[in-house]
């Protein structure tokens, strides 16, 4: 069967440049790769013509042959004739940017470890973000506070001076991988690379650790450390303290340490964002007849609220400014009093007497029970009786 014209066979124009024919061959590569195709065998002799043609192709003093004698450049003892048995060691180079491509980070590749930016071959490694569960009180989230924390956390050895090394000795570049932190081993056209066994991706080891340390470059204590809390803040309010977490191994750098807020429940206020709510039990008589009541507010002091004559049960109040601050703003909430009028208890014979006269004297004084007793004597009718 006659031979495909190499330019063809990767669908460029003659005389493509070197950027071009690996863009075409990576693209055809993937779609016509063995494990892609599961053993087709017309598949199979596309892949072999497809790398015959740009294992020609991508060598300059090869290309330059094909096009000026075609394949006669290749007989005869010419040169490297393409498309001889098996796939030759610069099939293996070629191949191996393709399987990187294919399977990234599954292979282990080194354009893996580069996207990671560049973790093996150094020691050094940041350490851990910690997280503090902190509880406050609704005043103080009103007021803000500064409060102290005790976290248990890894600093850096003093001994070592977080290089892990015993004092007067330093790490030395790992003799497996020289320092790069992998190894790569190769297996037909597979080319894997995986972290190095004896460094564990570091790149170095600790002949003489630290005898403090144990050659982490760290040691566990804990530390106390001051919280400025900002007023206004909510539950579930997060706090970064940068450089407060966990000592890197080796010298690394620090990790951040978060305080995370929760608040406890108030015995008179609700909170809803930056506004209050506190719920106030008045007298049937002062819901009644009106008249004036004190009550709390979070910053502790006492605001005067005016109970209209007949104020119903579950009216509401506002208090302008007298809610949360918002957070980081010269802003506050409000605040709503919201009245519950209570029906009282334990009468007395006198007590009783009163109330039944006041009963059989009180018509027309409740219109909403009167109206809603009306529509049921309307419903009730509408079924004939």
């Not at 293996?92 to 990671?116: C, H, P, Q, V």
């Not at 006269?357 to 009180?362: D, I, L, P």
Request: aromatic fraction near 8%; proline fraction near 5%; charged fraction near 25%.
């Amino acid at each position: 069967m006659a031979k495909r014209d190499f330019y063809e066979v990767l669908g460029v124009q003659k005389g493509a440049d070197e950027k071009v024919l690996k863009t075409a061959y990576r693209n055809l590569a993937k779609k016509l790769h063995p494990d892609a195709n599961h053993g087709s065998k017309e598949t199979d002799a596309k892949f072999k013509e497809l790398n015959e043609a740009y294992d020609v192709l991508k060598d300059p003093q090869k290309k330059a042959a094909y096009d000026r004698f075609g394949y006669a450049a290749f007989e005869n003892g010419g040169g490297q004739r393409p498309g001889g048995a098996g796939f030759g060691p610069e099939f293996n180079s070629s191949m191996s940017d393709i399987f990187e491509d294919l399977f990234g980070d599954m292979m282990g590749g080194a354009r893996g470890a580069k996207a990671r930016g560049g973790a093996r071959g150094n020691s050094a490694q940041r350490g851990s973000d910690l997280r503090y569960n902190l509880e406050i009180s609704l005043t103080e989230a009103f007021s803000g506070k500064s409060a102290q924390v005790r976290v248990p956390s890894s600093v850096s050895c003093d001994t070592c001076k977080g290089s892990g090394a015993k004092p007067g000795t330093q790490p030395k570049t790992c003799g497996t991988c020289g320092g790069a932190g992998a190894v790569r081993s190769q297996s037909g056209f597979f080319t894997v690379e995986r972290a190095c066994p004896t460094c564990a991706g570091r790149g170095q080891v600790i002949p003489d650790p630290c005898t403090v340390c144990g050659g982490q470059g760290r040691v566990t204590k804990e530390r106390n450390l001051n919280v400025t809390i900002p007023a206004g803040v909510e539950d579930g309010t997060r706090i970064r303290l940068a450089g407060e977490g966990e000592a890197g191994l080796r010298g690394g750098p620090t990790g951040d340490l978060y305080i995370f807020l929760s608040l406890r429940a108030h015995e008179f206020f609700q909170r809803d964002g930056a506004d209050l709510f506190c719920k106030v039990p008045i007298s049937m008589a002062t819901a009644s007849l009106g008249g004036e009541i004190e009550v709390p507010t979070i910053d502790g002091k006492k605001a005067r609220v005016t109970i209209p004559e007949g104020a119903q049960n579950g009216k509401q109040f506002r208090l302008k400014s007298k809610g949360m601050p918002v957070l980081r703003s010269s802003q506050s909430g409000d605040m709503y009093i919201q009245v519950s009028v209570e029906t009282p208890v334990n009468l007395s014979r006198r007590q009783r007497e009163l109330m039944a006269e006041f009963e059989k004297e009180a018509r027309n004084n409740s219109p909403e029970s009167e109206g809603f007793f009306a529509k049921a004597k309307a419903f009730w009718d509408a079924f004939g009786g």
